[in-house]
């Protein structure tokens, strides 16, 4: 009997255990569902993180992998950027005659905006797009030039404010930037931070101040070098807030490939992360590697037997340590000039 007890006992304890992710959550009050208030969302935070959540200004990205052949129809689109050094969007055309530096309007995901035509008429592959790509609305007027330049100083004032805020709240989160969409119906702003942040008390102190509608984004930290901008270890603009219009896989890799110091501190750049200037050169040197016997190879030469101890491929040339010779200096040759009788085992990568 006591036995039967027990065992009941045990199973209601059981049942009383439940997993975290079985708890109900609860309802979200009527403030949060408020139309001012908006929710995190966060970049991604590797290396194939996207500026700003593209999907905002249209529902295509600039190309997509597909399988093109000579039959592929084509469409010609337009090319808009609405940064600087931003990724190219692509949209369609219509009617419009567009050259390069005009000011457009297109539509977007998250209403009209003001961008610059990069590329006025282009064809591509039909299977690389994402249809129906959005329009072009209308060439921009000197009035939308004005309103978008309004807009720039308004974006300055909205993030001075934001500050106050957030030092008021003791946020951990850094500010980059402010930005106002094209017609004013929302207020982003864009921040950093170690983790997540409860800023929910934020955005109702700022959504009372400015009266629209706010939302505040997490972005990882090549976003923000690609904001702020800065000079990189060559003494140059960084090169992501030039020219780069999007971000490129970076690897150790590409270091390695290249004899570079593997010294996180010089080959890291503002951000902390990888230079993405190592894709540069990656795929000379991977070919001209492939060409040139590797060190600890054992070649031929015109002096003799011996085993390649550096190589330097872009110039095409090795040094070889003589196996007569063993306490004389590695000779330098080209890499035509020998003949490899014997590689070295390749290392399996842990």
Request: with cysteine; proline share 5%.
């Amino acid at each position: 009997m006591n036995s039967n007890n027990n065992f009941e006992n045990n199973q209601n304890k059981k049942r009383k255990k439940r997993p975290y992710y079985n708890k109900k959550r609860k309802n979200p009050t009527a403030q949060e569902n408020a139309e001012n208030i908006s929710t995190v969302s966060e970049a991604p935070q590797a290396p194939e993180e996207d500026m700003f959540a593209p999907d905002d200004y249209s529902n295509e990205h600039e190309t997509s992998v597909a399988v093109v052949t000579d039959d592929t129809p084509r469409i010609s689109v337009a090319g808009v950027r609405f940064k600087a050094s931003g990724k190219i969007y692509f949209f369609d055309k219509k009617d419009f005659q567009l050259k390069e530096g005009m000011f457009v309007i297109v539509e977007t995901a998250r209403g009209p905006e003001f961008g610059e035509v990069a590329f006025g008429d282009k064809s591509v592959p039909e299977t690389s797009l994402v249809l129906p790509l959005r329009p072009v609305i209308r060439l921009a007027t000197p009035e939308d030039k004005k309103h978008h330049d309004e807009n720039k100083l308004k974006e300055d004032e909205a993030f001075k404010i934001c500050l106050e805020k957030i030092q008021k709240h003791e946020l951990d989160m850094k500010l980059v930037e402010a930005q106002y969409t094209f017609d004013n119906s929302k207020l982003l702003f864009y921040f950093t931070s170690a983790g997540r942040v409860d800023f929910r008390e934020l955005v109702k102190d700022l959504a009372g101040v400015f009266k629209t509608r706010i939302e505040l984004r997490q972005i990882g930290i090549r976003d923000e070098a690609k904001l702020m901008g800065g000079l990189g270890a060559c003494g140059r603009p960084l090169c992501c807030s030039t020219f780069l219009s999007d971000f490129v896989q970076v690897s150790i890799k590409m270091a390695k490939e290249q004899n570079l110091s593997l010294n996180s501190g010089k080959i890291s750049g503002c951000c902390g992360r990888l230079m993405c200037c190592l894709q540069y050169e990656y795929s000379t040197y991977e070919e001209e590697t492939a060409k040139t016997p590797p060190v600890d190879a054992v070649v031929k030469t015109a002096d003799g037997i011996g085993v390649v101890t550096e190589v330097i491929p872009l110039a095409g040339n090795i040094k070889v340590r003589l196996n007569d010779q063993p306490d004389v200096a590695p000779k330098l040759y080209n890499r035509n000039d020998v003949k490899v009788l014997s590689r070295p085992e390749k290392k399996e990568e842990k």
